[in-house]
């Protein structure tokens, strides 16, 4: 899998800001890098209620989920996505805790949609489970900028296993081509051949790139479109995220190939994704 550099062309790694509250300078910091991090930002007894959902959501309650053991890993990875509709747990967590209002400054929307949850576990030792350069939106049947993705840690995440992101690589509002994960020399199912191909972005002498470690409740809110990746879980230990991805009020739906997950048959291109699977989750005045 191609990760970051630290050395040769590519620049050296820097931190990713960090804030205790969605305020006005974390917004600018998103505005300007396309990632930031908001420290504390679910409390022990929310990630409990997470916990407290996964074994149903691994073992079926989802319309995407799979495990995936690689040849010569000891460990799985594991990941559930839509699964907030079966397992009241997540549920809980996506209506009723604070995260909702923590994430909507950043969309600078009058309105806030659920597009989906995301459950992703790396367990101790699944040296092989990395993920390829690529941003979420190539992979979403999604016109409009305004898509977040509200990653929570679950687990004391380390340098050697964090996401790195291309700082500011959302800016140019360009959505390239998916990537396949499993393996990334072949086409992914759903490619999109007009969309430009991933640039070599660790051959670019110009990229500058974004990480940092993470404790269990931190939450990482990234742009749709901003180019991420990150190593597989060399650690003997698991490591374990709860994302949820947010849209705002220049969403429209585009009826194309993509992942059921992302799609709703009673939606055409053009549409407001408001449905009961992509649900109004704020409205300002309301």
Same mark, same amino acid.
């Given at each position: 899998?191609?990760?970051?550099?630290?050395?040769?062309? #590519?620049?050296?790694?820097?931190?990713? #800001?960090?804030?205790?509250?969605?305020?006005?300078?974390?917004?600018?910091?998103? *505005?300007?890098?396309?990632?930031?991090?908001?420290?504390?930002?679910?409390?022990?007894?929310?990630?409990?209620?997470? @916990?407290?959902?996964?074994?149903?959501?691994?073992?079926?309650?989802?319309? *995407?989920?799979?495990?995936?053991?690689?040849?010569? *890993?000891?460990?799985? $990875?594991?990941?559930?996505?839509?699964?907030?509709?079966?397992?009241?747990?997540?549920?809980?967590?996506?209506?009723?805790?604070?995260?909702?209002?923590?994430?909507?400054? $950043?969309?600078?929307?009058?309105?806030?949609?659920?597009?989906?949850?995301?459950?992703?576990?790396?367990?101790?030792?699944? +040296?092989?489970?990395?993920?390829?350069?690529?941003?979420?939106?190539?992979?979403?049947?999604?016109?409009?900028?305004?898509?977040?993705?509200?990653?929570?840690?679950?687990?004391? =995440?380390?340098?050697?296993?964090?996401?790195?992101?291309?700082?500011?690589?959302?800016?140019?509002? =360009?959505?390239?081509? #998916?990537?396949?994960?499993?393996?990334?020399? !072949?086409?992914?199912?759903?490619?999109?051949?007009?969309?430009?191909?991933?640039?070599? =972005?660790?051959? +670019?002498? !110009?990229?500058? $790139?974004?990480?940092?470690?993470?404790?269990?409740?931190?939450?990482?809110?990234?742009?749709?479109?901003?180019?991420? #990746?990150?190593?597989?879980?060399?650690?003997?230990?698991?490591?374990?995220?709860?994302? =949820?991805?947010?849209?705002? +009020?220049?969403?429209?739906? @585009?009826?194309?190939?993509?992942?059921?997950?992302?799609?709703?048959?009673?939606?055409?291109?053009? *549409?407001?994704?408001?449905?009961?699977?992509?649900?109004?989750?704020?409205?300002?005045?309301?």
């Amino acid at each position: 899998m191609t990760l970051p550099k630290t050395s040769g062309n #590519a620049a050296v790694i820097g931190e990713i #800001a960090s804030f205790n509250s969605p305020d006005a300078e974390a917004v600018a910091a998103y *505005d300007r890098d396309g990632v930031v991090c908001l420290r504390g930002a679910a409390s022990p007894d929310w990630l409990a209620v997470i @916990e407290a959902g996964i074994a149903a959501a691994v073992s079926g309650a989802s319309s *995407d989920s799979d495990v995936v053991k690689i040849k010569g *890993d000891q460990g799985k $990875f594991s990941f559930s996505s839509q699964a907030w509709r079966e397992v009241e747990p997540f549920r809980q967590f996506i209506f009723d805790s604070p995260l909702p209002d923590m994430c909507w400054p $950043f969309l600078k929307s009058r309105t806030l949609n659920l597009f989906y949850d995301f459950l992703l576990i790396k367990e101790a030792r699944s +040296d092989s489970a990395a993920t390829p350069w690529h941003q979420d939106h190539a992979y979403y049947p999604l016109i409009g900028q305004k898509v977040i993705n509200c990653w929570t840690a679950l687990d004391p =995440i380390p340098p050697e296993t964090a996401l790195r992101f291309w700082k500011g690589s959302h800016g140019p509002g =360009i959505v390239y081509q #998916a990537v396949k994960f499993e393996n990334p020399s !072949e086409d992914y199912k759903h490619l999109r051949a007009e969309r430009p191909p991933i640039p070599d =972005i660790d051959g +670019d002498p !110009e990229a500058e $790139f974004l990480t940092t470690s993470l404790e269990p409740g931190d939450m990482l809110i990234w742009s749709s479109r901003t180019f991420h #990746a990150a190593p597989g879980n060399r650690l003997d230990r698991r490591r374990a995220a709860f994302s =949820i991805n947010w849209a705002g +009020d220049d969403v429209t739906y @585009e009826d194309v190939p993509a992942l059921e997950t992302y799609r709703d048959p009673g939606l055409k291109t053009g *549409d407001p994704i408001t449905c009961a699977k992509f649900p109004l989750v704020r409205l300002l005045g309301h």
